[in-house]
């Protein structure tokens, strides 16, 4: 990617196999986990330093899923568990999950149990055996699930001999996903190290609205699919509180985002924006002529983006910002 200055910014995207002919786009939401986003060409952006540190570093959690269907619902009628939920062991599978979705279903008809869910270091090493074309190649991985599911549920050696003859003539297939072996993944979530939150996330999140960056990792609530859906609101918040100056559309929509007027999932803009405690319109300034305190931090963010980039270099230059830089932000001030 990289940008176009002919008097009004655009941003050129080469599309793998369509070199000769870049697309170009108005802005950008870039949705990529950084891992991935690592792999594009991103030089033309004129990223901030903290983003491209961001992208070459930050942390990134292991995880792997293994689901097995299986002929009947024999955890139901074999065993009695009735309910969704979950139990957890210290062998390699770590966490099974019985599904709460078919719970009422007949029980003598096929059906899949979630059998593992592992993080980190177990990741790692159940990893090791999830084949990229699973559930090929991926007979070691099926033998320590058989054993580990029999194992789990059973007290005593008799139990167990009697409940692995069950689910293995049970078992119909499988299949296992490891993120950290997906190249348009590169990991399964952002997991910040030591330091990693406080100097890194600031500068994810501060965009210009040009290339806006979205996903989990860019939001406070990472490595969940809520921080996912933050994260896109508050991109979208800042591109239209960027472009409200040439755009009247886009000045009634910022509005009313800024006005809680915006419904999930498409808002409102995220609780951490919103500094309507932290900030009092002076005295003598009519309030409807000054923006809403909602959304002043992404604003803020926005704006010394913006500045920066002016500038022309890799880190905000405070000693060198006019007050004509900052002047949509003076209308309200600090408490």
């Known amino acids: 990617m990289s940008y176009v200055d002919n008097n009004h910014q655009h941003i050129d995207v080469t599309v793998q196999g369509e070199e000769d002919k870049p697309r170009r786009f108005d802005a950008v939401f870039n949705s990529a986990p950084l891992g991935a986003m690592q792999q594009m060409g991103l030089e033309g952006l004129k990223l901030n330093w903290g983003t491209k540190q961001a992208i070459r570093s930050l942390g990134y959690g292991a995880s792997c899923k293994i689901g097995v269907r299986f002929r009947?619902?024999?955890?139901?009628?074999?065993?009695?568990?009735?309910?969704?939920?979950?139990?957890?062991?210290?062998?390699?599978?770590?966490?099974?999950?019985?599904?709460?979705?078919?719970m009422h279903d007949p029980p003598e008809q096929p059906g899949v149990l979630?059998?593992?869910?592992?993080?980190?270091?177990?990741?790692?090493?159940?990893?090791?055996?999830?084949?990229?074309?699973?559930?090929?190649?991926?007979?070691?991985?099926?033998?320590?699930?058989?054993h580990d599911l029999a194992r789990l549920h059973s007290s005593t050696d008799a139990a167990y001999e009697d409940l692995k003859h069950t689910i293995t003539a049970e078992y119909l297939d499988h299949y296992a996903y490891n993120w950290y072996a997906d190249p348009t993944s590169v990991g399964a979530f952002a997991y910040f190290g030591p330091g990693q939150f406080q100097k890194m996330y600031p500068s994810i999140v501060q965009s210009h609205g040009k290339h806006v960056i979205?996903?989990?990792?860019?939001?406070?609530?990472?490595?969940?699919?809520?921080?996912a859906l933050e994260s896109a609101v508050?991109?979208?918040?800042?591109?239209?509180?960027?472009?409200?100056?040439?755009?009247?559309?886009?000045?009634?929509?910022?509005?009313?985002?800024?006005?809680d007027r915006v419904p999930m999932p498409f808002g409102p803009v995220p609780?951490?924006?919103?500094?309507?405690?932290?900030?009092?319109?002076?005295?003598?300034?009519?309030d409807a002529a000054v923006p809403s305190p909602r959304g002043e931090l992404a604003r803020q963010q926005a704006m010394m983006e913006e500045i920066r980039l002016k500038q022309g270099g890799d880190f905000l230059d405070p000693s060198i910002v006019s007050e004509r830089d900052v002047a949509p932000i003076l209308?309200?001030?600090?408490?």
């Open 214 to 227: 979205i996903g989990e990792a860019a939001s406070s609530h990472h490595a969940w699919v809520v921080g």
């Open 271 to 286: 609780a951490e924006y919103d500094r309507t405690q932290d900030i009092r319109v002076p005295d003598g300034v009519d």
């Open 72 to 102: 009947s619902l024999w955890w139901i009628h074999k065993l009695g568990i009735r309910d969704g939920g979950q139990a957890k062991t210290d062998l390699p599978i770590r966490c099974c999950v019985y599904p709460s979705y078919n």
């Open 234 to 259: 508050r991109g979208v918040y800042q591109f239209l509180w960027q472009h409200s100056r040439v755009s009247e559309a886009a000045h009634r929509a910022a509005e009313d985002y800024a006005a």
């Open 331 to 335: 209308a309200v001030v600090s408490a």
């Open 114 to 146: 979630f059998v593992s869910y592992t993080w980190s270091q177990e990741a790692e090493r159940i990893g090791a055996l999830i084949s990229r074309e699973s559930p090929d190649k991926e007979e070691a991985l099926k033998r320590v699930v058989l």
